[in-house]
């Protein structure tokens, strides 16, 4: 059973097109990231949504646009791609403690050429 | 805002080696500690984590003391694996206030564990 799952696990594009990175979690939990990791293995968060209302949005472009259908899920929309948006993108879950563990999926790995 | 500085790496050990990770934060109030660790092409995983100062963490052989008064939370393992070769994450989190389940994330340490 596949606690956090993200699709695709790879996604190779063109600098300028559009993408979506799709996240479940299957853990029942109420709170969902994004976090980007960059070429130096630096994780940083993006965005954090509990049951589906947003409650963290670090100084991400705006072109990055997370969205939350139900709390099991959590994607992730970039327009206008650029070439320093390549890197991987974790999604994680966690329950409603703000101190409990989270649990990531497997990544995905970006690349724009 | 949180910060988390780890020791730099890459850190070459050979097998049975005793390792340690040093990792120090800055933090207000009382806030939680974690190792994640990260194998190849995988996501992050909880090592282990302290939520109360004097607490110590402990898994897989690995283990972190949480240090208030030196804000310190260095991971030690007396006898290295080759499973262990990986990337090490020192991270904090708050409780309260509107950080809210935010993790704060060191560079990360890459560990490689020779036979």
């Known amino acids: 059973d596949t606690a956090v799952s993200q699709t695709p696990k790879y996604l190779v594009t063109q600098m300028g097109n559009d993408k979506s990175i799709k996240c479940e979690q299957n853990?029942?939990?109420?709170?969902m990231y994004w976090y980007k990791q960059d070429s130096k293995k630096f994780l940083k968060i993006m965005f954090s949504?509990?049951?589906?209302?947003?409650?963290i949005n670090e100084t991400v472009p705006n072109r990055f646009s997370p969205k939350s259908p139900d709390k099991a899920h959590l994607n992730l929309h970039i327009n206008s791609l650029e070439l320093g948006d390549s890197a991987v993108y974790f999604c994680?879950?966690?329950?409603?403690?703000?101190?409990?563990?989270?649990?990531f999926g497997p990544g995905t790995r970006l690349t724009v050429l | 805002g949180n910060s988390v500085t780890q020791m730099e790496g890459p850190v070459t050990l050979s097998e049975e080696a005793f390792l340690t990770i040093n990792c120090t934060y800055t933090?207000?109030?009382?806030?939680?500690l974690f190792w994640y660790v990260q194998y190849p092409g995988e996501g992050l995983q909880l090592l282990l984590k302290?939520?109360?100062?004097?607490d110590k963490g402990s898994n897989k052989g690995f283990e972190a003391t949480y240090r208030k008064e030196t804000t310190s939370f260095h991971l030690e393992k007396g006898s290295v694996q080759v499973s262990d070769s990986a990337v090490y994450f020192c991270?904090?989190?708050?409780?309260?206030?509107?950080?809210?389940?935010?993790?704060?994330f060191g560079q990360g340490t890459i560990l490689t564990v020779h036979p």
């Open positions: 853990l029942g939990h109420d709170t």
């Open positions: 949504y509990n049951n589906k209302e947003l409650i």
């Open positions: 991270a904090v989190a708050n409780a309260g206030g509107t950080s809210y389940g935010k993790l704060t």
């Open positions: 302290a939520t109360k100062a004097d």
């Open positions: 933090a207000t109030g009382y806030p939680s």
């Open positions: 994680a879950s966690s329950p409603e403690s703000q101190t409990d563990t989270q649990y």
